[in-house]
């Protein structure tokens, strides 16, 4: 072969292709390869004809069409998979070759794949793609992560394809070393966990209290989708109430039970192990297993019964209701990102990443699925300042809580004495009055830790890091447990 590729794709599923169109579309020579030749030559002779773009029936063949160093950039499924397409490519490469996987890989396996790839001189990214299908073709959100060396052999291609915001800034930019890339990606899932559970219990809330049809439901979130709720699944939310087929509304004929691929709770177990209360996503993710459990759910339907009953016809104040909604979806978004903020800080003190925390509002900006308008927001916060805390306590949003707070209360409230449940809403209240507490009653907990177990507890009058024990019973002694955290 005479023309080298400028970068390879190992992967023919949807994503893959797309992607390789993208990049030939950008002016880049790409070379296709699939385990199964005959994906490659349907891909060649449909999608891919008349266009740049070349296939390899073999590995080596595959390796060999690359231009030095060679870029290869994997899009098959995460696990195993991985593993072994690195394994088959590694005795065909030279030092200083750039492996990237795309798939949604955990973290914690990018980690031990970029260890273990540089012991071998082959310099490995893990990255972040989202924007499903239509966002792999037009530009995807890329959060890349992994050898620094390697980013400035791949920034072109991966920052020309990804998506763009409004002033032409790509939604691509290093992320941080070994797993960083991933774990971004990761939080992105469970903020879009979140964002999907909260539009639910909006929808609910609107359908079994409000009463309101799918056309009603149509009309409302088309206007919120041009305040500061706009966001691509807001705008999807739209589309969907209002698509109709031969049986009428699609909706209505969907059976209520989520699935998940597992990203959601991959953010929840990260955020246990980090001490970090990611309340809001955990609500969303055990809304989909408690969706999950459909047959006892209609067999306990006929059994159980709630206080109170939605009774859309006594509702005099619908109009009122809807807006104090919005302000309720709003305010608990805003959790949500603050929550999946607070796990991004922790992991980087964890793994000593250098995370910047507005150039990733910046690179879900577009793109990606969770992008919505108040990323900039949250861009400019971090501009303001880079070691902000917590995004509540930017003045923008702390205006924002304070504005939409009446609502909130109000919603969880009427959703509560109607029987409706709304998880994610109102763990993101019970977290927003956790964290603006001064005293919380964990001093109760820390009474009982040492009364059962001689945990120690510290004191108020007293230097922060003295423990002390108390002999609740007159029968324990002075004997106490040693002190640690988990």
Request: glycine share 10%; proline share 3%.
């Amino acid at each position: 072969m005479t023309d080298k590729s400028d970068i390879g794709l190992i992967g023919l599923a949807v994503m893959g292709q797309n992607l390789i169109l993208n990049m030939n579309d950008h002016g880049f020579r790409v070379t296709a390869y699939n385990r199964t030749t005959a994906r490659t030559d349907e891909f060649l002779q449909g999608p891919a004809k008349d266009t740049n773009i070349t296939g390899a029936d073999t590995l080596q063949e595959f390796v060999d069409s690359l231009s030095s160093p060679r870029k290869i950039f994997l899009m098959v499924r995460a696990g195993q998979a991985v593993d072994a397409t690195i394994e088959s490519l590694l005795p065909l490469l030279d030092d200083g070759d750039v492996i990237i996987d795309g798939g949604n890989s955990n973290y914690q396996d990018t980690r031990r794949r970029h260890a273990w790839l540089t012991d071998k001189n082959i310099l490995f990214i893990g990255t972040g793609v989202s924007g499903g299908e239509e966002g792999a073709r037009r530009g995807p959100s890329i959060m890349p992560g992994g050898n620094p060396k390697a980013w400035p052999l791949v920034k072109d291609i991966l920052q020309k394809i990804s998506a763009k915001t409004a002033d032409g800034k790509p939604c691509c930019d290093w992320v941080g070393e070994d797993g960083a890339g991933h774990f971004v990606k990761m939080v992105h899932n469970g903020i879009e966990y979140g964002d999907m559970q909260l539009i639910a219990e909006a929808y609910h809330y609107m359908r079994d209290v409000l009463g309101k049809s799918n056309d009603d439901m149509h009309q409302i979130f088309s206007a919120w989708n041009n305040t500061d709720l706009g966001s691509y699944l807001i705008e999807i939310t739209a589309d969907i109430l209002a698509f109709k087929d031969q049986d009428g509304h699609v909706l209505d004929i969907i059976l209520d039970k989520a699935g998940q691929k597992g990203t959601g709770k991959w953010t929840g177990i990260n955020a246990l192990e980090l001490g970090i209360p990611l309340t809001l996503i955990g609500e969303a993710v055990f809304a989909r297993a408690l969706s999950a459990l459909k047959d006892e759910r209609v067999s306990a339907s006929k059994q159980l019964q709630g206080h109170g009953v939605a009774d859309p016809a006594s509702v005099t104040n619908a109009d009122e209701l809807t807006d104090q909604l919005s302000q309720a979806l709003l305010a608990s978004k805003i959790i949500s990102y603050a929550q999946g903020y607070m796990l991004l800080r922790a992991a980087a003190e964890e793994f000593n990443w250098d995370l910047q925390y507005g150039n990733i509002a910046q690179m879900w900006r577009e793109g990606c699925i969770i992008r919505s308008v108040f990323l900039d927001d949250i861009q400019n916060a971090f501009a303001k300042n880079p070691d902000l805390s917590n995004l509540l306590l930017d003045d923008y949003f702390a205006a924002q809580m304070q504005r939409t707070q009446p609502g909130w209360r109000k919603i969880v409230a009427s959703a509560v004495n109607h029987g409706t449940p709304m998880p994610a809403m109102s763990s993101a209240l019970a977290f927003y009055d956790g964290y603006r507490s001064e005293k919380l009653p964990a001093n109760m907990i820390q009474a009982q830790r040492d009364y059962f177990g001689a945990h120690t507890y510290e004191r108020v009058d007293r230097p922060r890091g003295e423990h002390f024990h108390t002999d609740w019973t007159g029968e324990g002694g002075d004997v106490s447990s040693t002190t640690y955290d988990v």
